[in-house]
């Protein structure tokens, strides 16, 4: 077969344009509110991601508003997440020196910041530099690259996106030609990826060992990879982890003949290049699919299909394509006897084919001057050393026998702190595995402690509502039916009224209560519902004026589990500002994009001091801890005497 050119690595992201447009009027709609900081350098970052499909120009404007911001207040990790994001349509659109210096400026910002995910960012800016460094050819800054993002994902145990980085290094290292590094880094990555129990990434692990094994002509255990891999592909996947599916699992069938399965996953890699706008990735399915034809002797196929990339291919003045494609035109021409239109094109081909090999002579001629400069400093630095050398003969006799004693003495003093330092660590990770069973118990104990909280709740609210909101309503109905058959003095006539209403206020007031403990609209409509009711109730008290937004909440499901107890931390966090505040104005917003929800909390209050709060041991604060820990949250919380408070809540579903 002829060998695959080329697997990009590329994420993509494809909406319908009315729902994306719905994205950007809503995060307009809430920076025009008076938010903080971080919420409004945020919220500008999210704008300009929603309108790269709508107005690529304006979303540029927009990354560069938000960057400008960022620096202006001084927070450096959202600067680096500005510039992190533009770098993808950038690159998309071919403006790669560009692209470059976003991914340099963004690392620095990030390796500035103290922000909790900045180490996670700065790993993702590394991984957007291999794939810049391997497109131009670069490949050790590549492996470099590749190399300092799987350190940094390691030492914050994301073993999934580890898994992939791997990946990424091995298709490096099979590019090098170095197949032991390739099984290597592949194996790495498959590795991690049964580790992090990732299906995408285990479908990316045995897809590089069936290209592994392709690359060292096994092709029956290639085969079986690719099959290995089918079962953990999903059409939900991206575009990335699609086009490698699709593009390995035609090699493999390419590769043992079976020629009507291979067509069938080149066509889908096509159409998957098309649907995400990839005109690369339209190319080489078609090229394949057209010598699949051509040796198959299904000639007027094989052309059409080879012309269709070729169309392609010269409007982007591709010169791989290109001359892929005029020396499988010149074959078939050749084969149905055609010779002129066969000369044709095989002198198209050699003519693109004579074009890169001059730049690789050029670049060969490079290498090749700069090993004679440094060949000849190597030979006078010889001469030098040869001239020297019988005036110190004499000199190294005396200090030899020195020299053996101190290296005997370092050499032991290295052996013994070896020694040391591997009982040491030794010792570490005995400590480390000790403290991840505590925690990963100390987390059982709270989803234990958490789900039994919440049964209770309901369960009371269920015995108040069905059993005493029964009883009080037979109550009241009694009363009322005694009194049209009772003859009453003006006196107790008044009396029996007031002891009605008092029924009435106790019966509002036990709904209160099991609303409270466990709402029913959480329940029945969800947690967007439920948190309208919930601040709306509070707004009708007219003690604060509180605000609630929510962004790419409604009609999202959210698990009952993480519902109630997100529904209960904004509880409890409203309660506070409430209690202790002082506040006049409070702001609740709740943000789902993807996987990841954020959460805001903020008050215009009297603020505290919050190395306190997080030392303090009240049950409200513990409650919130609690639950934070159940969820695996990450939160950053601000306030100071008089300047009010918020706190900032990123939950990964």
Known sequence: MKKLLFIPIIILLSHELAAQQHLVDSVRLTLQQNLPDTTKAYNLIMLAMYTEPLDLAKAHEIYQ????????KKLEYYAGLALFYESTPLELSGKYQKQKENLDRAASYFKQSSH???K?????????LSNYYRNASMLDSAVEASLNSIALLEDLKDYARVSTHCVNLAMIFQQLSLPEKQKEYVDKALDFAKKANHPGNLMLGYLQQASYFTEI?????AKLYADSASVYYSGSFDFTRKQNFFLIKAGTFQNISEFDSAIHYFKQAFENGKEAGSRWNMTEPLMQIGYINFKQKNYAEAEKYVKMGLEIAETDSVLVFMKEGYGTL????????NFKDAYTFLTRYNTIKDSLQSEDRKRYALDIEKKYKSEKQRNQILQLEAQNANQLAENQKRKLTIWMLVILAVSLGAIILLIFRKNQHKQQLQVQRIKELETEKQLAATEAVLKGEEQERSRLAKDLHDGLGGLLSGIKFSFQTMKGNLILTPENARLFERSLDMLDTSIMEMRRVAHNLMPENLIKFGLDAALKDFCEDINQSGVI????????IEGNEIDQTTAVSIYRIIQELVNNILKHAEAKTALVQLTKNSNLILLDVEDDGKGFEHSKMLLGKGIGWSNIKSRLEYLNAKFTLDSAPEKGSSIHIEIQL
């Open 217 to 221: 002509r096994d092709f029956q255990k």
């Open 65 to 72: 508003e938000a960057v400008d911001f960022s620096l202006e």
């Open 120 to 128: 996670r960012e700065e790993a993702r800016v590394f991984g957007g």
């Open 330 to 337: 010149s074959d078939i021409y050749a084969a149905n006897g």
């Open 545 to 552: 004026d509180l605000r609630y937004i929510s962004i790419g």
């Open 116 to 118: 909790p995910n900045a």
